[in-house]
């Protein structure tokens, strides 16, 4: 294979990446949530993949750095947010007395979700302590969350949730994408249980979150995911 096919490899699968990402907006702007999780679900296994061929093929380059990140505000910034904001407008979603008559401009608060993955992707390119752990929420786990809490949980959110605790998430989840939390990676250097204790325990109580809650389990695995950077990483 020669040199110029081999360097476009990695970039050719960040394209799909956001091809997915651009189908999965699509979905979400016409309230196909499963379809919108679905392509999320696919844009972040080619995420996966564009950076391990970089790597193996030794074509990792500036482009390729800038590239990927434009692909991920769309794969997981803006298609999340459309979910929220597709969502947010449901006539079924119940909102406060006091936010009825603003029900019509409420859901552009999802964009916040949007603008915050942008932020969270630039601070990533610079910033060099992100080299084997993460300093914040990472943007493919954000939009998991949202994606399988509204697929697999929504018509609970509908009968049981209002508008006001979603606002008040999206604004939660909005600081953690930038905030200075360190976050574990889930790459394993060796498979001792003293050089993985953390990852250990995350895939142990991770298993039983995704067999009782189902699809919505992907959310609680980030939830979960959440709390034990919190209580475990040392401050960067």
Request: aromatic share 12%.
């Given at each position: 294979?020669?040199?110029?096919?081999?360097?476009?490899?990695?970039?050719?699968?960040t394209?799909?990446?956001?091809?997915?990402?651009?189908?999965?907006?699509?979905?979400?702007f016409?309230?196909?949530?499963?379809?919108?999780?679905?392509?999320?679900?696919?844009?972040?296994?080619?995420?996966?993949f564009?950076?391990?061929?970089?790597?193996?093929?030794?074509?990792?380059?500036?482009?390729?750095?800038?590239?990927?990140?434009?692909?991920?505000?769309?794969?997981?910034?803006?298609?999340?947010?459309?979910?929220?904001?597709?969502?947010?407008?449901e006539?079924?979603?119940?909102?406060?007395?006091?936010l009825e008559?603003?029900?019509?401009?409420?859901?552009?608060?999802?964009?916040?979700?949007?603008?915050?993955?942008?932020?969270?992707l630039?601070?990533?390119?610079?910033?060099?302590?992100?080299?084997?752990s993460?300093?914040?929420?990472?943007?493919?786990?954000?939009?998991?969350?949202?994606?399988?809490?509204?697929?697999?949980a929504?018509?609970?959110l509908?009968m049981?949730?209002?508008?006001?605790?979603?606002?008040?998430?999206?604004?939660?989840f909005?600081?953690?994408?930038?905030?200075?939390?360190?976050?574990?990676?889930?790459?394993?250097k060796?498979?001792?249980?003293?050089?993985?204790?953390?990852?250990?325990v995350?895939?142990?109580?991770s298993?039983?979150?995704?067999?009782i809650f189902?699809?919505?389990?992907i959310?609680?695995?980030?939830?979960?995911?959440?709390?034990l950077?919190?209580?475990?990483?040392?401050?960067a």
């Amino acid at each position: 294979m020669s040199n110029a096919i081999t360097r476009r490899i990695p970039n050719t699968v960040t394209c799909l990446n956001l091809f997915s990402g651009c189908v999965a907006c699509v979905m979400a702007f016409e309230s196909k949530y499963d379809l919108a999780l679905g392509f999320i679900v696919l844009s972040a296994i080619f995420d996966f993949f564009d950076g391990m061929l970089a790597r193996l093929l030794h074509v990792s380059s500036p482009i390729g750095k800038e590239l990927d990140s434009l692909a991920d505000d769309i794969s997981f910034g803006l298609a999340p947010a459309l979910i929220l904001f597709s969502f947010l407008k449901e006539e079924a979603l119940v909102y406060p007395e006091f936010l009825e008559v603003a029900r019509d401009y409420i859901p552009y608060t999802a964009f916040f979700i949007a603008v915050f993955s942008a932020l969270r992707l630039a601070k990533f390119n610079v910033d060099e302590r992100q080299a084997s752990s993460f300093i914040g929420l990472p943007t493919p786990a954000n939009a998991l969350f949202w994606g399988s809490l509204i697929v697999g949980a929504g018509d609970l959110l509908l009968m049981h949730i209002n508008a006001l605790i979603l606002i008040a998430l999206i604004l939660l989840f909005s600081w953690l994408l930038v905030a200075e939390i360190p976050m574990f990676a889930l790459k394993l250097k060796d498979l001792s249980w003293k050089n993985n204790r953390v990852r250990y325990v995350f895939i142990l109580v991770s298993i039983p979150l995704l067999l009782i809650f189902k699809l919505s389990g992907i959310a609680a695995v980030i939830a979960w995911y959440i709390l034990l950077s919190l209580v475990t990483q040392k401050k960067a």
